[in-house]
């Protein structure tokens, strides 16, 4: 019997079948998580998440680019289910970012692997694209990163500290899932896999039994920065960047100052309808755009 090519097909659900290979790697004392897709040997891609997320963010993105890649994710130390720590460091989360990539065998292909990274991730992707083994890199591709020009006030810190309260029920916690910074999504399935991937079953002494967020609430008090902006002008591997059309971040303002200060010929690609969090505003016009800048950019490389 013929296909029914006017049955709409369930990507999401076909996407969510292909279930990765799940690991972990220690940096530094913190065991880190891991999730990888495809064949070893094709050409590396990670993918970097932002701030309070975790490695399954990517789960139903990295199937797709996995036909043509070696993928892999992982989660931050104090966020998904990785380890915490008494202080944070973007030195340690470029660390953990190249010991998931070796973990996983991107640097086993014949060519360099390519570092993908979501907001926060951005940052850590261009740490490691500015430190010493930056040029190992292929190049480094930020989705939707915050880089303000001076005096620009774009954006909010995105841990609440004093975040430590236990919900009763899944329920209760799931009702309270929030974006950062908020934003409508259409695409309601996405944002409850999200959701549900994003919590912990604890049995807290004061509050009890119950639900709490997968991540350290306490990350960015701990956490020793580095200015992004020192980091993309330091990058020795090519950069480009991916910007959601409707995003509250990544404004023209940050993106004439990333283009800027970027390397010379480094691509700026905007997702029609996007906001900022683009894997679930538009996940497949993202594959799209990943895919197309790979295949014919960085040039020369």
Request: a negative charge; proline letters at 7%.
């Amino acid at each position: 019997m013929a296909e029914d090519m006017a049955a709409p097909r369930d990507w999401f659900a076909e996407a969510l079948a292909v279930e990765p290979e799940r690991g972990a790697v220690e940096v530094e004392g913190a065991l880190i998580e891991t999730r990888a897709w495809g064949r070893r040997g094709r050409p590396g891609l990670l993918l970097m998440h932002g701030a309070g997320a975790h490695a399954d963010w990517w789960s139903f993105i990295a199937p797709f680019l996995a036909q043509d890649f070696r993928v892999a994710s992982l989660s931050w130390s104090g966020m998904g289910g990785s380890g915490w720590r008494e202080a944070y460091s973007m030195d340690l989360y470029a660390a953990e970012a190249f010991a998931a990539a070796e973990a996983a065998g991107l640097f086993e292909a014949s060519e360099k692997p390519v570092f993908a990274a979501h907001s926060f991730g951005g940052r850590v992707a261009l740490h490691c694209a500015a430190g010493a083994r930056g040029p190992g890199l292929k190049c480094a591709v930020v989705l939707d990163t915050l880089i303000s020009p001076p005096g620009l006030k774009v954006g909010r810190r995105p841990f609440d500290s004093s975040n430590t309260r236990v919900y009763p029920t899944v329920e209760a916690i799931l009702a309270r899932f929030r974006l950062v910074p908020a934003q409508p999504c259409a695409n309601a399935a996405l944002l409850d896999y999200i959701a549900r991937t994003s919590i912990r079953a604890v049995d807290d002494p004061v509050q009890g039994k119950g639900w709490t967020w997968r991540f350290d609430p306490s990350v960015w008090d701990k956490l020793a920065d580095t200015p992004s902006i020192d980091d993309l002008q330091a990058a020795a591997c090519p950069v480009a960047a991916v910007r959601g059309a409707r995003s509250v971040l990544m404004v023209p303002e940050v993106t004439d100052y990333f283009a800027a200060n970027a390397p010379a010929g480094t691509p700026v690609v905007v997702v029609p309808e996007a906001h900022h969090h683009l894997m679930l505003d538009q996940p497949l016009a993202l594959v799209a755009a990943l895919r197309g800048l790979l295949a014919g950019w960085p040039w020369g490389r």
